[in-house]
């Protein structure tokens, strides 16, 4: 049988998600607000990173299509929300996308339907927010629909893992609910994984990143005091990670970038202070060292003009990769933005340089690009790596830089200053 399945969220979660389930035979049809992403999908054109035109034409080619009516629900076998869910002003979890779209699933909800959240969010938010807002009609999560939560576990940019080979975590309202969503996502998902409901579902999610978030803010840190004591901790991060157990690389840079780590970690030490009263230090300890790395960065980059003889004011600080990760256009979050605004404030004068980037704004400003690269790196009083993407010929950079400051350790020891 054909399910048909709507996809609530067109982005970097949504889109790879509606791939997979075309694939593999599902009739697909995305609903997103945004005009502009529904028309360009309808024509051919991606808009993420992961997929480009041609994958969007096999898809449509396959039945895909992409609209803003919420109508659409009303024909639907299985909705699935992938909604993005940012902070709100006081630092808490902003659900007021997630509720809107399960609204809308509500006014098309119908017996033997199956919805799953996959944005990310605090646990308890399946069952105490969107539980409500589904059962309101009078329809009741595991006796006449299935309700379950999957966390999204996309990785823009990575060759190696994509939406059919990273396992899948799965957690229903109960185990009916789990069995169903299971056997959605394992028509497109090499291997699913049942969660014991949809709390641990939302909690694994918050786990993984929060587990990235800490180990980032460690060897941020100690990157700091590292260079302090005149020790190289890339090779120091090289040679422990030769023990074969027990040890995980991560790496120093400046700030952390995109949705997840900055922002999901965030979610569980809001639940934990929101229902128990008191603080998650680990996240919160991590999210003021890593929230500082830009104005470290800032320091360093002051400290390598004042042994030039020059002030930060009236410099040309020339940025090298200005998204949050290597060789992807996806700007969300990147640490290059307040390290960006810092400067400016300074009185330097920035200017950026990005394979992946034709424009740039900062706090409601373009900045300069930069589009002769080598004479950038000629003219600037300092080049600063911030992302190492794969097209820049890095020796060849740090040779043509007057100064470069290098904040990922990929430039040859010696050749540039490392954070």
Partial sequence: MTQRVVIVGLGYVGLPLAQGAARAGLTVTGLDLSTAVVEGLN?????????S??????????GFTATSDPAALAQADVAVVCVPTPLSADGGPDLAAVTSAV???????????LVVLESTTYPGTTDEVVRPLLEAGGLLAGTDFHLAFSPERIDPGNPRY???????????????????????????VDTVVPARGTREAEMAKL????YRHVNIA???????????????????????ATKPFGFQAFYPGPGVGGHCIPIDPNYLSYKVRADLGYPFRFVELAQEINAAMPSYVVQRIQRLLNDDGKPVKGSTVLLLGVTYKRDIADQRESPAKPLAAQLEELGARVIFHDPHVATWTVAG????????????????????????????????????????????????????TRL
Wanted: glycine content about 8%; overall charge negative.
């Fill in 43 to 51: 024509a051919g054109r991606s808009h993420v990173d992961d997929l």
């Fill in 53 to 62: 035109d041609a994958d969007i034409a096999e898809m449509i080619a396959a």
């Fill in 103 to 113: 609204k809308a699933v509500a006014v098309h909800l119908h017996p033997g339907q």
């Fill in 162 to 188: 994509g939406m059919k080979n990273t396992p899948k975590v799965v957690g229903g309202q109960t185990p009916g609910c789990t069995d169903a969503a299971a056997a959605f996502y394992g028509r497109f």
């Fill in 207 to 210: 786990l993984e990143n929060t």
């Fill in 218 to 240: 460690l060897v941020n840190e100690m990157a700091r005091f590292c260079h302090e004591l005149g020790i190289d901790l890339w090779d120091a991060i090289a040679c422990a």
């Fill in 365 to 416: 400003k373009w900045v300069e690009r930069a589009d002769d690269l080598d004479a950038a790196l000629g003219d600037a009083d300092v080049s600063v790596l911030l992302q190492d993407h794969s097209q820049y010929d890095l020796p060849a950079m740090a040779a043509k830089a007057r100064r470069m400051l290098d904040t990922r350790g990929a430039v040859e020891a010696g050749s540039a």
